[in-house]
């Protein structure tokens, strides 16, 4: 049993940084893949920043040069680190953990201001 909680959210004027921080309890490998997806008011989940099972990094198109992904395997932590915010940001961050099932945690609010 993996269990996901985030923290780091909260409300930022637009060109702000946060720091996302997701802690894994349970077994988690190094090349567990873990990332962030989020979810905007109305719109479907969609993927942020990830690490694949080879441990490369993969991101969407939208966050390229502003968000970083990084993991703390000792931790079993994986972090975003977001810059240059925009109003369109603003969603429900969620971490995950891919293994036999994949694992989400319940998600932390990011609101960036115009």
């Known amino acids: 049993q993996v269990q996901l909680v985030e923290s780091g959210g909260g409300l930022v004027q637009a060109g702000g940084s946060l720091r996302l921080s997701c802690e894994a309890s349970g077994v988690i490998f190094s090349n567990t893949p873990m990332g962030w997806y989020r979810q905007a008011p109305g719109k479907q989940r969609e993927l942020v920043a990830t690490f694949t099972t080879t441990g490369s990094t993969r991101y969407a198109d939208s966050v390229k040069g502003r968000f970083t992904i990084s993991r703390d395997n000792a931790k079993n932590a994986v972090y975003l680190q977001m810059n240059t915010l925009k109003p369109e940001d603003t969603a429900v961050y969620y971490c995950?953990?891919?293994?036999?099932?994949?694992?989400w945690g319940k998600g932390t609010l990011v609101t960036v201001s115009s």
């Open positions: 995950n953990a891919v293994l036999a099932i994949v694992y």
